[in-house]
């Protein structure tokens, strides 16, 4: 299941597969919800650099372990061993123009 948070990169590990820890803007600070964990699969190309502190929107996959999907490379059904999150995509929040208008 696709979804999509308002967030900021607070933490990051490199590796095989690169996880990026992000504090879901959207939560209250109580709420359970308040960091995410995302992995990104070695094969993903995504050309930016993501520093600690980007505020942007997360897009993210909702995988569960025993859910279907297609292998491109053999072109075979396989099915996920864990459950976890994908990352997908990150957008980053322009920041807002506060201008003063006098007339």
């Given amino acids: 299941m696709r979804n ?4 900021k990169l607070v933490a ?13 803007l959207d939560q209250a600070d109580n709420s359970i919800f308040k960091y ?6 070695p094969n993903w190309q995504f050309n930016e650099d993501l ?3 980007d505020i942007g929107f997360v897009e993210y996959d909702l995988v569960e372990a025993g859910e279907d999907y297609f292998e491109r490379d053999t072109g075979e059904i ?6 976890t999150n994908y990352f997908m ?15």
């Fill in 4 to 7: 999509t948070i308002l967030a």
């Fill in 12 to 24: 990051t590990q490199d590796g095989v597969y690169k996880n990026y820890v992000f504090q879901n």
């Fill in 36 to 41: 995410i964990t995302v992995t990104m699969c």
């Fill in 51 to 53: 520093k600690l502190g």
């Fill in 78 to 83: 396989k099915q996920y061993s864990y459950s």
């Fill in 89 to 103: 995509n990150f957008i980053r929040k322009k920041e807002e123009i506060n201008q003063e208008y006098k007339f």
